[in-house]
């Protein structure tokens, strides 16, 4: 997709900056990042908050295809605690790493999840319009534990509780 090799060709600008300028770089792969706060623009809102907003006010959890593709989201204080390690990190300049909780969900569990949370009875609707994508994808997190010491600390249902807790736009 464009959206992939534009991500594919900045991780390349950000390597060859480093070795043109002699400085030292990383590229962090981080998976789909969510929490309270997080940017939800008016079209193709987030699926977390998007999730959310719509099982708490009952409205329609909109699911495109059939549901069964996988993701992994990983809580946004992982992706700060991932940042910091690589920020004095030895050995790991040119790397590109991946950063996510290293488990992947269907979209279908994660909208039953959302309900679950905010105790709402939406309807679920599946789009057959798939919008493209990769069937899943789900974050390798071998180097980043070998080389950040990185382990995820945040399970995604105590993500989504705290994101439903704590960011009062979803509830608004």
Request: net charge neutral.
């Amino acid at each position: 997709s464009p959206y992939a090799v534009s991500k594919l060709a900045a991780e390349f600008y950000v390597k060859s900056i480093g070795s043109l300028w002699g400085i030292e770089t990383v590229n962090l792969r981080v998976f789909n990042a969510y929490g309270p706060g997080q940017r939800r623009p008016p079209v193709h809102t987030p699926v977390i908050p998007g999730f959310l907003r719509q099982a708490f006010e009952n409205g329609t959890i909109v699911i495109h295809g059939d549901g069964n593709q996988t993701r992994d989201y990983v809580y946004r204080d992982d992706v700060v605690a991932a940042m910091k390690s690589a920020s004095t990190a030895p050995e790991i300049n040119k790397l590109t790493i991946n950063v996510g909780s290293g488990t992947e969900i269907n979209l279908r569990d994660l909208s039953k999840l959302a309900i679950d949370v905010t105790g709402g009875t939406p309807e679920i609707v599946y789009n057959p319009r798939n919008e493209g994508g990769l069937s899943r994808l789900c974050a390798d997190l071998t180097l980043a534990r070998d080389k950040l010491g990185y382990e995820p600390k945040v399970s995604l249902e105590e993500g989504l509780k705290l994101t439903f807790d704590q960011d009062i736009r979803i509830k608004s």
